[in-house]
Structure formats: structure tokens, C-alpha cells
């Protein structure tokens, strides 16, 4: 699948209008994800990702910009958002194993890069080169888990694995760089054996360069992003891992992302 940079542009945009519908229909959710990772999730579903790759989402609490990524580009029926959140929908606001569209998505964080890495490395031993893709956050990074996993993907070389992170500097305790210090996680993740690409999360220019990039290793994309998306309505939070939406703000949101069209 391949679409052009403008076009998905104004997917990412649209995205992020129904996940603020969504999200503001139940009052309070993981935004900040969907303003940091819009952009991410267009660029691999709308883009790169191919019938038979293999797609993790890591972050069960990204499922909000998933759906609506999913939702903008026509790969769920638009009629489900009204169910978002509700019980027995299949539009969780945390994800789980009923989670459409991607094959695997993660309770415990952190634990996404080590399922990638199986469907990689079985893809390898049936001779099925397809491609697979995990998406991550920089939170993630915290945990031991995703070095473990790192170097074994390294050490068997698997060139058809790619990770992409959401460097957003969000996560439940505050910001990343306050909790644990990470940087600088591109040499780390060198360091470790991978291709590492540092990129402005937001560029669906760079975005597809970086995924289209030939290595024979593993790839992480590192992509610096924003959990406000430059909206003014929002830019005084202090933190926006998780956001109570009123109307009033809502609406808010919604014109100025509409502004942008």
C-alpha cells in the first residue's frame, strides 16, 4: 500500500478529529498519544505496511489512534466510533486480544519487541520473508525487556524486523527524561547491534524514508514527537499522557485541527 505525503497528511489530521470525537465521548482518555503518534500510525498503515506483514502494537493504550488511523484510511467501519469505549464494543480503550487490524498488542508494556521478534524469527524458519513491524514508545525503553530483546534480534540479524518509537517524553509518571534516562537512544540502540534512524515523528517525509530504508539488520526508527501536536488549546498541560475532555475543550480541539485542512 502507498499512498502520497499530502494525502496522508490530511489522514493524520482527520485522525486525530475522530479520536478527540471519541475520546471526548466518554470524557477522558489517551490522547496525548494520538496527537504524538498520528503521523506514525498513518505512515505504516497507510503506507508501508503490506497484505502479510506482521504488525504489533506494543502500547495497548495507542489503540485510540490506531482506531482512528484505522477508521480515516477506511480499515474500520466509521459507524464503530460511536461504540468506542462502550462495553461490548470491539473498540477497547485499552487494547487487548480482541484488538482489530494489528495481529498482537501488548497488556504489560514493553513486551511488544519480544513478540516481533518471534513472528520475525518464524517467518524465517517457514522461509516467510514477510516483513514485520512493531510500534513502540520511548516508556518502553525504560524496561529491561526491550534490551533483552534487542540483542537477540541483533545477534540473529533480523533484517525484516522493524521498530518504530514514539519519542514523545510521555509516560504515566511524568516525563520520560524526569523518570530514567534513556538518551542518547539512537547510539543505544546502535550500540546494540540495530540501524538506528533519528527523525522528526511528525515528517511523513522523513517517516517514509526511514521505513524504506534498505539495512541487514534490525531497524529502529526513532521519532521525536509531541504528546500536544502544537495545539494551543493544550499546550499549557503539564502532562498529557491521559486527558479529561469536556465539551468546551473538545470542540476546541476539533477547530483548530479542522483549521489545518
Request: proline fraction near 2%; charged fraction near 25%.
Given at each position: 500500500m502507498s499512498r502520497d505525503v499530502e494525502e496522508l497528511s490530511d489522514v493524520a489530521t482527520r485522525a486525530r478529529i475522530t479520536a478527540v470525537d471519541m475520546v471526548g465521548s466518554?470524557?477522558?482518555?489517551?490522547?496525548?498519544?494520538?496527537?504524538?503518534s498520528a503521523e506514525i500510525l498513518t505512515a505504516l498503515m497507510g503506507h508501508y505496511l503490506e497484505p502479510g506483514d506482521r504488525f504489533v502494537l506494543s502500547p495497548s493504550h495507542y489503540v485510540t489512534a490506531m482506531y482512528a488511523v484505522a477508521v480515516e484510511l477506511g480499515q474500520l467501519e466509521r459507524q464503530l466510533v460511536?461504540?468506542?469505549g462502550r462495553d461490548g464494543s470491539p473498540m477497547e480503550t485499552i487494547g487487548s486480544?480482541?484488538?482489530?487490524?494489528?495481529?498482537?498488542?501488548?497488556?504489560?508494556?514493553a513486551q511488544g519487541l519480544s513478540v516481533g521478534i518471534g513472528y520475525a524469527l518464524a517467518g524465517r524458519l517457514a522461509g516467510n520473508r514477510a516483513r514485520t513491524v512493531v510500534f513502540g514508545s520511548d516508556?518502553?525503553?525504560?524496561?529491561?525487556?526491550?534490551?533483552?530483546?534487542?540483542m537477540f534480534a541483533a545477534h540473529h540479524g533480523l533484517s525484516d524486523l522493524t521498530l518504530t518509537l514514539d519519542c514523545n517524553d510521555s509516560q504515566v509518571?511524568?516525563?520520560?527524561?524526569?523518570?530514567?534516562t534513556i538518551e542518547p537512544l539512537a547510539d543505544k540502540w546502535t550500540a546494540?547491534?540495530?540501524t538506528a534512524l533519528e527523525i522528526d515523528g511528525h515528517d511523513l517525509g522523513q517517516l517514509f524514508d526511514a521505513l524504506?530504508?534498505?539495512t541487514d539488520r534490525p531497524k529502529v526508527i526513532v521519532a521525536r514527537t509531541t504528546p500536544t501536536a502544537g495545539l494551543s488549546a493544550i499546550e499549557d498541560l503539564d502532562d498529557a499522557h491521559f486527558m479529561k475532555?469536556?465539551?468546551p475543550l473538545q470542540s476546541a480541539m476539533v477547530d483548530e485541527l479542522a483549521g489545518r485542512l
Open positions: 466518554v470524557g477522558l482518555g489517551y490522547l496525548g498519544q494520538v496527537f504524538s460511536s461504540d468506542y486480544e480482541l484488538t482489530p487490524v494489528v495481529d498482537f498488542t501488548c497488556g504489560s508494556l516508556g518502553e525503553v525504560e524496561e529491561g525487556q526491550t534490551w533483552e530483546a534487542a509518571d511524568g516525563r520520560v527524561s524526569s523518570v530514567t546494540f547491534g540495530w524504506e530504508a534498505e475532555v469536556d465539551e
